[in-house]
């Protein structure tokens, strides 16, 4: 299985990691301080990083729809909540309702994307946009008048519309009864943990089976795949299913660690740090695995821990810190594009 | 291609008729939302036509608009700390955006000519990547006018700039016609027309012609010798010039200058305007553009109120949003459709 790295793969870590150093010693905090920071942002958000892999090896690019994934997690929490159910069959409800709700969703945002073959990735993120701003309609304008209140604690007190904060408590003491595994001041539970590591081994798996197989094949090309009998149209559909259900089992994850959860701003530009996660890690928007979403989870959040830190810490300025994060995570997204997209310009 | 109206705008047109009845029904004041709605719409129009050139040349929706939007803030930011004001002040500000406007554009038309094909989601993350590059830019940048910057503690060009003492509403106070009750901004209106008028001519010009052909059959362009980047080329620096002028339209009605995260906010509302205009992607026509950001900015217009009387004032955002972002799917199926049949 032992491979050649490829040199184009290393560039872009390579520049994470001399950019984090230069920041970790201009931001003169303590290694155990950034090495807690790290861990907890890395366990927060992996699940949404390997949430990616499916469609880009299925050739469907960057998929930005995963945050569709994240606001179902984010509305059955609150539907469940609106119940009254806590506790721990609270929090086995909102994962069930949440994993079947993301694979319904998932099914239809697969179709829309074989409608759209080659402009798979710009119609993703409008799709995002679109089911953001419909999430946000239910919340603010639907609770109270057409969704029966149950539970008057979630709303505001003109009693239409949620509030911005919910207290997520009772589900996170559930998981942290069961063990917590510390790094510093962090907590985590092992259970969390455990969902972590099996997903990784999930995608890792997946992506070596008779299905796995077809992905990469319909990745490679539509047409020979399609002339050796496989259905191009389901696949790709799967392969969706297969991401919104990881990004909605992923901020599963990411709440119960928290604890609460903004209901308005908590799942925005999620897509695009995973992406940056992503492409940190070495992946392009044609091939990634699992070695990147890990690799690069780490560097980028390192970089996102460290960068305000330095700013401040060298130019007293935090803001200056953080410009250059966003400037970061964007603009690796943008270079992917450009490089990718060009090399496939030429090979044509 | 036939100009006859089609469903969508019905629909749309309708949906804005049923607005103004809801409008009227809940007592407003109608004269007053009818002159709102010149104004609003000049405000946003040339922004609108920003698009025009992109997609008349094959290059597609215009989704970094960002990029022109910056050089008109550079241009403004410039005009103010030359202190000029009025009509002059204004146009020196449009003058001074179009330098940076041309740098900018050269290589935002760069970028794009290496991703023919995927223009849109290069564009959405040039635009993205390019805002905290400008943000370290206006944290930095050397203005010393007191008015531009921070009060007290933080450095850097404030959010905000206030126009005030400087070049807001001299269109909209220029030569505003009484009917009635109704006010029309007249000046505002001839403005947007004679921009409105330039771009048209453009296309009437030997060069023009030649960028819609390039639009229109890349390959046989390309086989009668034009140089198709080099008309990309020229359609994207237009359009971020056009870009430029239309923020200073904006700042210049709205009476600030927004900085850092703001002009991210504009590119998908003008995309989506000169959809509803009825262009489907492939020509866009002025009468696209107008027609589209009335239509566009008059919903807006009328549904902020409307929802300030039903207790939900967040939900006119939020609905012009799903509107905003639901055209564009609908346009990106239907430019699929007809490109398969």
Redesign the interface.
Known sequence: MMKKVRKDELIVPVTFIVFSILCFFLSGISFMFLAEQVALRFIRNIILVLALIFPIMAGM?LNFAVVIGTTITQASFIIVLNFNLTGGRGAALVLAVSLVAAAGVGCVIGR?LN?????E???S???G??AN??Y??IF??GFGTVIHVFNKKLVLS?G??VKNMVDLKTFKEVFDNLGVFRIGEAKISMLLLAMIIVCGFFVFYLMRTPLGQKIRAVGMSEEKSANIGIDTDRIRVIVIVLSTVLAALGQFVYLQNIGSLNVYTEHLDTE?FACAALLAGGASIRKAGVKNAFIGGVLLHTLFVLSPLAGRNAFA?A??GE??R??VA??I??FA??VN??LE?KGE | MDSKIKLPQIIITAFMAGLFVLAALLGMDIPELISGSFTKFVMNGVLVLAMIPMINAGVGMNFGLPVGIVAGLLGMCMAIQLRMTGIAGFLGAVALSVVPAVILGLIYAKILNMVKGKEDIAAIFIGYSFIPIMNFVWTVAPFTNREMLYPVGAEGLRPKISLENYFGSVLNELFVLKLGKISVPLGLLLAYAAVCLLVYGFFKTKSGSVMLAVGENEKFCQLSGIRIDRVRTTAIVLSTVIGAAGICVYAQTYGFVELYNAPLSHSFPAVSAILIGGCIGRQAKISHAVLGTYLYQTIYLLSAPIANAILIPQMSEIVRMIITNGIILYAFLKQERRRRQ
């Open positions: 690019g829309l409608k759209v073959r080659g402009r990735m710009v119609t993120i409008v799709v946009f679109l701003y419909i946000q309609l603010v304008a003109t239409i519309g695009k300025n803001s200056l410009y250059f966003s400037f964007y603009g997204i943008a594009l450009v997209l060009r310009r």
